[in-house]
C-alpha cells in the first residue's frame, strides 16, 4: 500500500514540478504545504524543485526555493554499516530539514539530510552550493581490524559500504557563498559568510566571520 502511495505521489510530483510562473508556485504550494511534516506562509517552490520525503521537511515563513533544487530528506540505509559522528548544536532526527523564516535556497543547490540539517532563519545559500550530512568513507571505522575495500557508491552491496553520518547546522543570518560545499559534522555560527566556492567541515568555525576560498592567480600570458 506505501508503495502505490509513493508512486501516485511520485507521478503528481513530476506533473507540477515544471508549471512556470506564478500558477505553478501556487500549485507547489497547495500541494506541499500538505505534504511538508511543517509549512509556514509565503513559501515559493521554483521550477525543478526535487523533494526526496517530503514529510521530513519543516519550514518555516517566507522561504523561497529556487530553480532546480534537490532536497534528499531521508535517513541512510540501517543495513549499511553507519559510523554518527554528533553535532551538538544539533537538536533534532536524523534525515530531517529544518529551515527557518526568510531564508532563500539558491537555485541548483543540493541538500542531503541523511544525519539531518538545520538552517537558521535568515541565511541564504547560494547557487551550486551542496550541503552534506553523510557520506562514504574508505574503511571501517566501527572496527578498525577490518581490511575491506568499501566502495563509494550507492549501488554497491550495502554490507561494501561505510557511511558517515552526522548532522549539519548553519545558524541565523549566515551566508553560503556562490558553489560551496559543507561537508557532513558541521557547525556554521550565526552571522558567519563563506565566500564562493568555500569548502567547509568541523564545529570551531567562528561566529560573525567572513571564511573565503582562494582566488584566482595570474599564471603566464597567451603569447
Not at 500549485?27 to 520525503?53: L, P
Not at 538545520?118 to 557520506?135: L, R, V, W
Request: net charge positive.
Amino acid at each position: 500500500m506505501r508503495k502505490l502511495k509513493n508512486i501516485f505521489f511520485s507521478i503528481i510530483e513530476s506533473f507540477i514540478r515544471n508549471i512556470g510562473g506564478g500558477l505553478g508556485r501556487r500549485i507547489r504550494y497547495a500541494y506541499y504545504k500538505n505534504r511538508f511534516a511543517a509549512c509556514g506562509k509565503n513559501v515559493n517552490i521554483d521550477i525543478g524543485v526535487v523533494v526526496d520525503n517530503p514529510s521530513n521537511v519543516f519550514i518555516g515563513d517566507d522561504v523561497w526555493i529556487d530553480n532546480y533544487v534537490i532536497l534528499l530528506a531521508d535517513k541512510f540505509n540501517e543495513n549499511s554499516k553507519i559510523y554518527r559522528k554528533e553535532n551538538l548544536s544539533y537538536l533534532f532526527n536524523e534525515g530531517e530539514l529544518h529551515i527557518q523564516n526568510g531564508v532563500h535556497i539558491g537555485a541548483f543547490c543540493l541538500i542531503q539530510c541523511a544525519g539531518g540539517v538545520f538552517i537558521g532563519s535568515n541565511t541564504g545559500i547560494t547557487s551550486g552550493s551542496k550541503i552534506y550530512s553523510g557520506s562514504h568513507h574508505y574503511r571501517n571505522l566501527l572496527d578498525r581490524s577490518d581490511k575491506q575495500d568499501y566502495m563509494f557508491t550507492t549501488m554497491a552491496d550495502s554490507q561494501k559500504q561505510m557511511l558517515i553520518c552526522s548532522p549539519v547546522f548553519i545558524g541565523s543570518a549566515c551566508a553560503i557563498g556562490l558553489n560551496s560545499v559543507v561537508l557532513p559534522g558541521t557547525t556554521i555560527p550565526d552571522g558567519t559568510w563563506l565566500g564562493a566556492q568555500a569548502l567547509v567541515q568541523g564545529q570551531d568555525i567562528k561566529p560573525n566571520a567572513i571564511y573565503t576560498a582562494g582566488l584566482a592567480k595570474f599564471h603566464k600570458y597567451k603569447r
